[in-house]
Nanobody
């Protein structure tokens, strides 16, 4: 059974920082594309960042502010959010994808507000 368990969401002031983590089980982690989507209230789910092996990709709207990394030994993918903006407020979902299969975490809320 594949499980993705996210942690680290919460409230943060504009310009602040936050770390999101996602621990995976039930997969051979190093083989999988891992990453984060987000969905703002009333909006569509959008890809924020992903990582496979040593390669990372970050959406233009967070480039330079968010950084994704993975630890294959700990089956964990982490995303560091810095210089956050109110428009970063969303539910952030961890995902794992490989060979046509995709699994999702339950989501963690990030609220950016003063």
């Amino acid at each position: 059974q594949v499980q993705l368990v996210e942690s680290g969401g919460g409230w943060v002031q504009p310009g602040g920082s936050l770390r999101l983590s996602c621990e995976a089980s039930g997969i051979i982690f190093s083989y999988w594309l891992m990453g984060w989507y987000r969905q703002a209230q009333g909006g569509q789910r959008e890809l924020v960042a992903s990582t496979r092996e040593s390669e990372t990709n970050t959406a233009s709207f967070v480039k330079g502010r968010f950084a994704i990394s993975r630890d294959n030994a700990k089956n964990t993918v982490t995303m560091e959010l810095s210089n956050v903006k109110p428009e970063d407020t969303a539910v952030y979902f961890c995902f794992a994808a490989n060979s046509g299969e995709t699994y999702w975490g339950q989501g963690t809320q990030v609220i950016v507000s003063s």
